[in-house]
């Protein structure tokens, strides 16, 4: 048989097993192609395929990237190369891939739905957003597509928006566990515990894992059946013993319950599997276990936030009746009669505070810790700057010092215990004659204490104390109820405070 021809009769068996899924004989057989022609690039390109199939990603990322310095015009392989190159976790080359096969495609529905998935890990979230509708614009029943839209939707905290995407991923592809994950992720982030955990038990008839089981938690949690939690993230931990979020998780419910033997194992097996060393420093702390930290983990206090976006204001104020910057616009109405030339809301979240603050200040800067927070707080289009930071972070990288007539932190420092580092470095930013308006919530004593709700608590005269050796005058103090809990007001004071 004529080489040309015996080469064309391999390239074609090969490709007809690959299709069949019997991948050893269409490997096999693109090698003894490639021992015909060592660059062509089918076979090259293909057995890079199966490669990352057998779970060898960077075997594949070596063949397809052979077989693209023989052909480097295939939009396909350059996609191929990103999804191998996203499988080693090297998400801006997979990113670069993506958008080389678009620029030879742009009609590519896998490569848009792919580059979604490498933008979402770059945390570039509205930029991962556009890649799904550019892959639904030219595929309209494109499930995997919805699917990844609705997960992405939950990262921005639009949870409604996300529990219809997923509803339509649903719809083409029926008891799809990612889907169902998604719906189940977005109907918890709006208290609708039952549904979410209905979601949840028909991803787990189709596949049994300990991250459907963790969610399942989270929500049987938040709705108070603590015992059916628990039980679901026993049930995390007997599929993957080393799964160190449902075993932290695990501990929160054991608090929860009262269990604090229990929980404070709990949190040391989290801890020997790798949880967060500050998170559960921070839980064992509120406990009695430990040294009092200085403030909670940024990751917590991050990660708690983001959760709520979504429902954060409703949930504040309908569920908790938050009255705190009702509070804080009625004391600085009281004193702060001119406007000021900036102004900065600190912990701004989705900028409750903003509209009282915005006609106090010509330029409104709101900072916060969660993003997800900041994508809402940009809707109100009150704000002229907004900033994703810690708070210290923030104050000490701003090269304008004493730039502020007035900064505002309404509930803020339920997440500081030691306040004295924050309060100097605000009187550094402010102006003279500065007005610094913030709440705490109170605590017995002298000191400041961490309450089972994992939030700090402040006695008045140590607040009084670190205002007056940060060199503040007191303008007015008050108490007053910021919210509630468990139906229990919550009892806080307000200060007004001014730089001299």
């Given at each position: 048989?004529?080489?040309?021809?015996?080469?064309?009769?391999?390239?074609?068996?090969?490709?007809?097993?690959?299709?069949?899924?019997?991948?050893?004989?269409?490997?096999?057989?693109?090698?003894?192609?490639?021992?015909?022609?060592?660059?062509?690039?089918?076979?090259?390109?293909?057995?890079?395929?199966?490669?990352?199939?057998?779970g060898d990603a960077r075997?594949?990322?070596?063949?397809?990237?052979?077989?693209?310095?023989?052909?480097?015009?295939?939009?396909?392989?350059?996609?191929n190369l990103g999804a191998a190159l996203q499988d080693l976790g090297e998400t801006q080359a997979a990113l670069d891939s993506y958008d080389a096969a678009l620029r030879l495609d742009p009609r590519y529905p896998l490569a848009w739905n792919n580059r979604g998935n490498a933008l979402r890990r770059l945390k570039r979230l509205p930029d991962a957003l556009d890649s799904y509708e550019h892959a639904l614009g030219l595929r309209h029943d494109y499930p995997e597509a919805w699917c990844h839209r609705a997960i992405v939707l939950n990262d921005l905290g639009r949870h409604q928006d996300a529990v219809d995407s997923a509803e339509r991923a649903l719809r083409l592809r029926r008891d799809d566990p990612e889907a169902l994950l998604a719906l189940g992720n977005a109907l918890q982030a709006l208290d609708r515990f039952t549904p979410a955990v209905a979601a949840y038990d028909r991803a787990l008839a189709r596949a049994k894992r300990a991250d459907l089981w963790c969610a399942r938690g989270a929500a049987l949690k938040k709705s108070g059946?603590?015992?059916?939690?628990?039980?679901?993230?026993?049930?995390?931990l007997a599929l993957q013993p080393d799964y160190a979020l449902a075993q932290h998780y695990r501990a929160n419910v054991l608090r929860a319950l009262g269990r604090n033997e229990d929980a404070i194992a709990a949190y040391r097996a989290a801890l020997t599997l790798g949880a967060d060393a500050s998170e559960i420093g921070f839980a064992l702390a509120a406990l009695g276990e430990g040294e009092l930290p200085a403030a909670a983990p940024q990751d917590y206090i991050k990660g708690l936030f983001d959760q709520y976006a979504g429902h954060f204001d409703r949930h504040l104020v309908e569920v908790l009746g938050y009255r705190t910057p009702a509070l804080l616009k009625d004391l600085l109405?009281?004193?702060?009669?001119?406007?000021?030339?900036?102004?900065?809301?600190?912990?701004?979240?989705t900028g409750l505070c903003a509209p009282c603050l915005k006609p106090l200040a010509r330029h409104l800067t709101g900072v916060d810790l969660s993003q997800r927070m900041l994508y809402k707080a940009s809707e109100l289009q009150l704000y002229d700057a907004l900033a994703c930071a810690d708070i210290g972070d923030f104050l000490r990288g701003d090269k304008q010092s004493?730039?502020?007539?007035?900064?505002?932190?309404?509930?803020?420092?339920?997440?500081?215990?030691?306040?004295?580092?924050?309060?100097?470095?605000?009187?550094?930013?402010?102006?003279?004659?500065?007005?610094?308006?913030?709440?705490?919530?109170?605590?017995?004593?002298?000191?400041?204490?961490?309450?089972?709700?994992?939030?700090?608590?402040?006695?008045?005269?140590?607040?009084?104390?670190?205002?007056?050796?940060?060199?503040f005058g007191i303008v007015e103090t008050s108490t007053a109820a910021l919210r509630q809990e468990h139906g229990q007001d919550v009892p806080g004071r307000l200060f007004l405070l001014r730089k001299p």
């Open positions: 048989m004529p080489q040309q021809v015996q080469f064309q009769a391999l390239l074609q068996q090969a490709l007809q097993a690959h299709q069949q899924g019997r991948l050893d004989t269409a490997a096999d057989l693109y090698r003894q192609v490639l021992a015909l022609q060592p660059r062509q690039f089918d076979a090259l390109h293909l057995l890079g395929v199966i490669a990352r199939q057998r075997q594949a990322v070596d063949l397809i990237r052979d077989a693209l310095g023989v052909d480097p015009a295939q939009a396909r392989a350059h996609a059946a603590f015992e059916q939690a628990l039980d679901s993230y026993e049930r995390a109405d009281r004193h702060v009669s001119t406007p000021v030339d900036a102004a900065l809301d600190l912990g701004c979240g004493a730039r502020y007539g007035l900064v505002l932190a309404a509930d803020v420092f339920v997440y500081f215990g030691d306040l004295a580092p924050a309060f100097a470095l605000i009187k550094e930013a402010l102006q003279p004659g500065g007005w610094f308006a913030f709440s705490v919530e109170t605590a017995d004593g002298d000191g400041y204490a961490i309450l089972p709700s994992n939030r700090y608590a402040h006695a008045p005269a140590y607040v009084e104390r670190v205002a007056a050796a940060a060199g």
